[in-house]
């Protein structure tokens, strides 16, 4: 079989501290699809070796490219238990096996640790070994003090955090001086800079002009900031390129904003954030149209008017196996409500154990539809439940946010992904409503709270009798700046346990017993009597939803 050689300037720095999940993650599902990963994400890649019969040997910590190896040949498992013996993190096939690995190869790949991933078919593989030298140089850069938890690609969000970083306005360009993104100031800018904005890049004659004057000669080739002078009504300018690895990716712009400078330190900020920027260009650059058009088509299919054949085409799902969808979201908004930070990182995690899915933004949660599931049903229904464990404890470690994951019933093919995803929204609600240390459920695991929660629904439009004790406990409160509303609902969801209630008003046992007087003084509610318990337990629901209370 052909020997395993690292071709000399095909690897990244000696001691990387990159790992394969921050490498994943910054080149994109455009570059390259993770099959199974059964040593974790966590090891650290230190460069790329592509299969070479002249010189044996592969560093260990390396991610070899296995060029022409088809990953259905005897030869492919010889590959990568080479490779698992020398150490290497994984093995990168050709794409025509993009579907998936063979049994044979997942089993090699379980035994040695090493993990198998596919080459797409839009990246060829030497540009795949310029997009992983740059994602090796780019994923460990720190990111800006003032958007430290950027989606990976947010351009927008990028240009923004140098603007207001730097005082000016920002342009994100590719090398051809197209406009990728652009900070959102409001306030006055030249007319350079609003021609570029409208036509989503710099104008030609202004590129023929900086070419012939050897600007962009001068800019490919150095890693500092060029200053360009206020002239007449064109105002100064700084631009930066951004590179890594050697790789050439584009530029930041940044123009000071009519009547105000730079901030003094702007060019500083701008080196930085130039480092920063390369795994976003990166990441920008690899997200190829097809995962696009997969994320649309699964989304299609969930809101019950989707094609099961377009997706399973698409995203290499079989439409008749068992699967079933996971709805995912932070334990509090207040904590990180912005999904889209964990987009790339749940479907790693997925594809890591071994799952074909595809993650789906849906509002302020994520949909994971997960396919191929076990045939048998018992099986299948153990299988989601250790995918949703693992991602509560992975991802919530990796990204510093405690998530919830509703798990959906599992069904017999993708023309029932609708249907689990109903059940899997509808757990999560109940988890989130719920609140409490479980983190990962089904429907049937809170399905008390999602009767609640059901029967509140259906008393939407019921409005209640004025004078209640509730409403006039309420008035009372809103009058006073009360706590007796508070006091009520804590008392009544600890079954009249006034020690458990007062622990969770942080008072004392006495001061709970004195505002439960003060409860039945001011609206005359009758806690002994069952009725009058339940009906406040309602109203208390319904006002908490805003429904009930016309």
């Known amino acids: 079989m052909p020997e395993l050689r690292a071709p000399s300037g095909w690897s990244a720095a000696a001691e990387s501290r990159v790992s394969l999940e921050q490498l994943l993650s910054v080149v994109g599902s455009g570059a390259l699809e993770l099959d199974t990963a059964p040593g974790g994400l966590a090891a650290a890649v230190t460069g790329v070796a592509v299969l070479d019969v002249r010189d044996p040997g592969v560093r260990p910590r390396e991610l070899l490219l296995a060029v022409g190896v088809d990953a259905h040949a005897a030869q492919a498992v010889d590959v990568l238990r080479r490779a698992g013996e020398a150490g290497a993190v994984g ?41 992983l030298r740059a994602g090796l140089a780019s994923a460990g850069a720190p990111p800006l003090p003032a958007a430290p938890h950027l989606a990976p690609g947010d351009l927008n969000g990028l240009a923004d955090a140098v603007g207001a970083l730097v005082g000016g306005a920002v342009t994100v360009e590719d090398t051809d001086s ?106 920008h650059r690899t997200r190829g149209a097809d995962s696009r058009l997969v994320e649309d088509a699964a989304r299609a299919l969930l809101e019950g008017r989707g094609s099961p054949d377009a997706l399973a085409e698409r995203a290499a799902l079989t439409v008749q196996a068992p699967c079933a969808v996971l709805a995912v979201a932070a334990a509090s908004v207040a904590a990180d409500g912005d999904p889209s930070r964990w987009h790339a990182l749940l479907g790693l995690h997925c594809a890591a154990l071994g799952h074909r899915a595809v993650v789906v933004p849906a509002g302020g ?16 229904d153990g299988e989601v439940k250790r995918l949703g464990e693992s991602l509560v404890a992975r991802a919530s470690a990796a990204t510093g946010t405690q998530l919830r994951v509703g798990l959906g019933e599992v069904v017999p093919g993708l023309m029932g992904a609708a249907e689990s995803r109903r059940s899997a929204e509808l757990a999560l609600k109940g988890l989130t409503y719920a609140g409490g240390p479980r983190a990962v459920g089904r429907t049937a695991d809170v399905a008390d709270t999602v009767g609640v929660l059901q029967v509140v629904e259906a008393l939407r439009d019921v409005t209640l009798a004025r004078g209640t004790s509730v409403a006039r406990l309420v008035a009372h409160d809103a009058e006073n700046g009360g706590r007796l509303v508070e006091t009520l609902r804590a008392y009544l969801d600890h079954f009249g346990d006034v020690p458990s209630a007062s622990r969770a008003l942080a008072v004392h046992p006495n001061s709970l017993r004195y505002r439960l007087r003060r409860i039945t003084e001011v609206c005359g509610l009758d806690l002994g009597s069952a009725d009058a318990r339940l009906l406040a337990q309602l109203e208390l629901r319904l006002r908490e939803h805003g429904t009930g209370t016309k």
């Open 91 to 131: 093995v990168v096939f050709g794409p025509e096996q993009l579907g998936g690995a063979a049994g044979a190869l997942r089993s090699a790949a379980g035994e040695t640790g090493t993990a198998v991933l596919f080459r797409t078919p839009w990246c060829s593989w030497a540009q795949l070994v310029g997009v």
């Open 178 to 283: 197209r406009v990728l993104a652009y900070s959102s100031t409001e306030e006055d800018v030249d007319d350079i800079r609003r021609l570029t904005i409208l036509g989503r890049r710099v104008p030609a004659w202004r590129v023929a002009s900086m070419r012939d004057a050897g600007f962009f000669a001068a800019l490919w080739a150095t890693d500092d900031v060029l200053h360009r002078r206020a002239h007449g009504d064109d105002p100064e300018r700084l631009v930066c390129a951004v590179r890594a690895g050697g790789e050439i990716l584009g530029s930041l712009w940044v123009c000071a904003v009519t009547g105000r400078p730079l901030a003094p330190d702007a060019a500083e900020v701008l080196r930085a954030a130039a480092r920063t920027a390369a795994a976003h260009l990166l990441h």
């Open 365 to 380: 949660r994520l949909l994971v539809l997960v396919g191929s599931l076990d045939p048998d049903p018992e099986r299948a």
